[in-house]
């Protein structure tokens, strides 16, 4: 069968490295992509918030299962857009509804969700311009550090956590004065967790689900995790501390019952949950929803998932997950991220890259590429290449894959000398 996936980064390269493997693929478009899916399938230049463009490609390619990689077209309503249409009934579609994508897309329809349905999560209180003055008094009595959530997508810059109370209260006011635009017209405030983070991936039907290979990521761009956050500067899976115990606990507290709630709200979900979570004295909470699979997570996690990804796929689309099973590579994986000198602040694009083809023992995919009018490899984005490794340990996928980024180069390349150091 033809297949479209939606998006351009990382996590859409190594997607695409999966699904090309199966023998159910004929043809792979994807829209836009980048240098590195343009060597698995075929690139196309639109926006995947373009629906009728999407849906014109669509049908002259005779495409018959749609894949949403990023979060903003399925927030936007592009699975509702091609559920609603009688000529693309027959597409099977992975990604939810917009109304389901508001797990992601709204910080505060998420706690109220996890309000209703029992999911642990850290104690919270919305605000909006209406209500700035309660929201200064209420955090006139908070002890640091204060986390202030914008409610909305904000390219991950929504979150912002600060040691004092007036800095606190500053940020809450010009979050509400319109900081992040229309994101942050509601703001939530929460109680700060304190322990560490891993990312779990749940592909569901709406009523069955099966849990992928875990990962952790590092979002800070400096050593030590310190300096701004990043899209992800590398991840391993399967972590450590995540053991039997933890998962089942993640289960039974949260996995279950988000099903329960997408069901008992009948949110149309057939795709990806990507569940940020927070381990604190051993007990799991939940720091976040994702309605898609995360960036640089997916890159360790598709490297350990043998299963055929097609069939996964149409299996998720078709209702029938409960008779799937997951084959999960024995072996670790470890990313590490290669990033434009600069990132997460302003960068320069356009720089050529070398040494990727000198790369044996690690995947290399693309994020910010491009191929330039020389036929050059070139950066084209903050993210530039994830480097990607199998090890018995995780130790041992993380040194082939800085002895494979130390290949490759540019001006200015820089990546995270510590991933996995913490654990
Ligand atoms: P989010 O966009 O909600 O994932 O938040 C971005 C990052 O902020 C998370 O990965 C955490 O590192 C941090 N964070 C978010 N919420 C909390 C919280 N309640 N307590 C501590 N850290 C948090
Ligand atoms: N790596 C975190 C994310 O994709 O949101």
Same mark, same amino acid.
């Given at each position: ?16 490295? /999966? ?82 994508? /508001? ?43 204060? &986390? ?24 809450? /006011? ?50 030590? *995790? ?10 391993? =899976? ?98 590490? &991220? ?25 995947? &290399? ?23 990607? =490794? ?18 490759? =180069? ?7 000398? *510590? ?5």
């Amino acid at each position: 069968m033809n297949i479209l996936l939606l998006g351009s980064g990382g996590r859409e390269h190594a997607i695409a490295w /999966r699904l090309t493997q199966s023998p159910l693929c004929q043809q792979l478009f994807v829209v836009p992509g980048n240098a590195g899916t343009a060597s698995l399938a075929t690139n196309i230049s639109l926006n995947p918030n373009d629906f009728p463009a999407l849906k014109e490609l669509v049908l002259n390619q005779k495409i018959s299962l749609v894949i949403c990689g990023p979060e903003e077209p399925l927030v936007n309503g592009v699975q509702d857009y091609f559920k609603q249409d009688s000529e693309l009934a027959g597409v099977r579609f992975i990604g939810p509804s917009a109304e389901a994508a /508001r797990l992601e897309g709204s910080k505060a329809y998420a706690k109220e969700f996890m309000a209703e349905f029992n999911i642990p999560t850290a104690g919270y209180r919305r605000f909006t311009a209406a209500t700035l003055d309660e929201g200064l008094a209420y955090l006139e009595n908070r002890r640091p550090p204060i &986390v202030l959530k914008a409610d909305g997508l904000a390219a991950g810059k929504g979150v912002v956590i600060l040691n004092d109370v007036g800095e606190a209260q500053e940020e809450l /006011r010009a979050m509400l004065e319109g900081k992040f635009g229309a994101a942050s017209n509601e703001v939530v405030v929460e109680d700060f967790l304190d322990g560490i983070e891993f990312s779990v991936f749940v592909l569901t039907d709406g009523k069955n689900y099966r849990i992928l290979p875990v990962a952790k990521d590092y979002k800070r761009i400096g050593v030590g *995790d310190t300096g701004p956050n990043t899209g992800g500067m590398g991840s391993i =899976s399967h972590p450590p501390f995540v053991d039997p115990d933890m998962m089942a606990r993640v289960e039974q507290q949260i996995i279950m019952p988000t099903l329960e709630g997408i069901q008992a709200r009948e949110l149309d979900y057939k795709g990806f949950i990507f569940i940020g979570l927070i381990s604190v004295n051993n007990d799991p909470y939940v720091i976040e929803y994702n309605c898609r699979m995360g960036d640089p997570e997916t890159q360790s996690v598709m490297a350990r998932l043998n299963n055929d990804f097609v069939q996964l796929c149409l299996e998720t689309a078709d209702g029938q997950l409960d008779t799937a099973v997951i084959d999960m590579d024995e072996r670790q994986a470890a990313t590490v &991220v290669l990033v434009s000198g600069g990132y997460p602040g302003a960068y320069e694009k356009g720089k050529v890259i070398t040494g990727v083809e000198q790369v044996t023992d690690s995947m &290399v995919f693309h994020a910010g590429t491009k191929t330039n009018e020389a036929g050059e490899l070139v950066t084209n984005g903050g993210r530039v290449l994830a480097v990607t =490794s199998y090890g018995e340990t995780f130790q041992e996928a993380l040194k082939k894959s800085y002895a494979s980024a130390k290949l490759i =180069s540019w001006e200015g390349v820089n990546y995270r000398p *510590d991933i996995g150091f913490d654990l």
